[in-house]
């Protein structure tokens, strides 16, 4: 092996291992004694490993209640966006219809604005609709993302005018085209987008907080960070947490993995 490909395994490997260091260190401490993480300098590995900190977490604090809500949004979330922002984006790329190059400008111009901006308008509207505090009010923002409609659009142009307009002669009507040709032409980025939103409503923090009074209605960040006000010192815990909550998306980006590597290749050959 050459000396420029051995540099460049070792930066690689090098980055890979300051990404996972502190994921590691995460895991480990959640498997530490109370107390023992505050030791200083911290320990690296629990002297005595132990599930304690999960069994408070499941059983005093009541994560699962949590870890279930989490779950419950973000699913219903991804396929509500899949559901609004698949027939957009094809309707964008391949129909025809008044104001629409000037529609989707618009909505281009739209993700330059801060979503943080949209929030109280949001909010405020929401309110009046008595959508706040409940699972339908966390769920509105990710109905119909432009960022969504904007990939899917993106992928459709690739699809030849020809196919569809010969499944059109043929009698299709547009939802047959939309299910038996689009859709699986739009494998590789409905999983793409799928996972996408999945993370990012799993994540998302702000909006949960904003809309969600109810603490039995949380999602796992918001319960998390109103417990780490309680339990400030309690580094285990709050160790434990932040794996119940890491653990889930990062399987499923390991599931998924293929698929969406895949797009980010189909992507760079376009390109």
């Given at each position: 092996?050459?000396?420029?490909?051995?540099?460049?395994?070792?930066?690689?490997?090098?980055?890979?291992?300051?990404?996972?260091?502190?994921?590691?260190?995460?895991?480990?401490?959640?498997?530490?004694?109370?107390?023992?993480?505050?030791?200083?300098?911290?320990?690296?590995?629990?002297?005595?490993?132990?599930?304690?900190?999960?069994?408070?977490?499941?059983?005093?604090?009541?994560?699962?209640?949590?870890?279930?809500?989490?779950?419950?949004?973000?699913?219903?979330?991804?396929?509500?966006?899949?559901?609004?922002?698949?027939?957009?984006?094809?309707?964008?790329?391949?129909?025809?219809?008044?104001?629409?190059?000037?529609?989707?400008?618009?909505?281009?111009?739209?993700?330059?604005?801060?979503?943080?901006?949209?929030?109280?308008?949001?909010?405020?509207?929401?309110?009046?609709?008595?959508?706040?505090?409940?699972?339908?009010?966390?769920?509105?923002?990710?109905?119909?993302?432009?960022?969504g409609i904007f990939l899917v659009?993106?992928?459709?142009?690739?699809?030849?005018?020809?196919?569809?307009?010969?499944?059109?002669?043929?009698?299709?009507?547009?939802?047959?085209?939309?299910?038996?040709?689009?859709?699986?032409?739009?494998?590789?980025?409905?999983?793409?987008?799928?996972?996408?939103?999945?993370?990012?409503?799993?994540?998302?923090?702000?909006?949960?907080l904003i809309i969600l009074a109810?603490?039995?209605?949380?999602?796992?960040?918001?319960?998390?960070?109103?417990?780490?006000?309680?339990?400030?010192?309690?580094?285990?815990?709050?160790?434990?947490?932040?794996?119940?909550?890491?653990?889930?998306?990062?399987?499923?980006?390991?599931?998924?993995?293929?698929?969406?590597?895949?797009?980010?290749?189909?992507?760079?050959?376009?390109?």
């Amino acid at each position: 092996m050459s000396l420029r490909r051995w540099s460049v395994t070792l930066l690689a490997a090098l980055v890979a291992l300051v990404t996972i260091a502190p994921l590691i260190w995460m895991v480990s401490v959640s498997l530490m004694a109370r107390g023992e993480a505050a030791q200083f300098p911290p320990p690296l590995w629990p002297t005595s490993p132990t599930l304690e900190n999960y069994r408070l977490l499941f059983g005093s604090f009541g994560v699962g209640r949590f870890l279930l809500n989490s779950i419950l949004i973000s699913t219903l979330a991804t396929g509500l966006a899949l559901l609004f922002t698949i027939p957009a984006g094809y309707a964008f790329a391949k129909l025809r219809f008044k104001g629409r190059d000037a529609t989707f400008r618009l909505l281009v111009a739209a993700l330059v604005v801060p979503g943080q901006i949209g929030m109280l308008p949001l909010f405020l509207e929401l309110k009046a609709m008595g959508l706040v505090n409940s699972y339908a009010g966390a769920l509105v923002p990710w109905l119909a993302g432009i960022f969504g409609i904007f990939l899917v659009r993106q992928y459709c142009l690739s699809i030849p005018d020809e196919m569809l307009e010969a499944a059109r002669i043929d009698g299709a009507s547009e939802g047959q085209i939309l299910r038996r040709i689009v859709l699986p032409v739009l494998a590789p980025i409905i999983v793409t987008l799928a996972l996408y939103v999945f993370l990012s409503s799993w994540n998302d923090f702000m909006w949960p907080l904003i809309i969600l009074a109810d603490q039995d209605l949380y999602t796992l960040p918001v319960a998390l960070a109103a417990h780490s006000r309680q339990n400030v010192q309690d580094y285990e815990i709050m160790m434990a947490g932040a794996v119940v909550t890491t653990l889930p998306v990062l399987i499923l980006f390991l599931a998924l993995q293929r698929y969406y590597l895949s797009e980010l290749l189909t992507g760079s050959v376009k390109g």
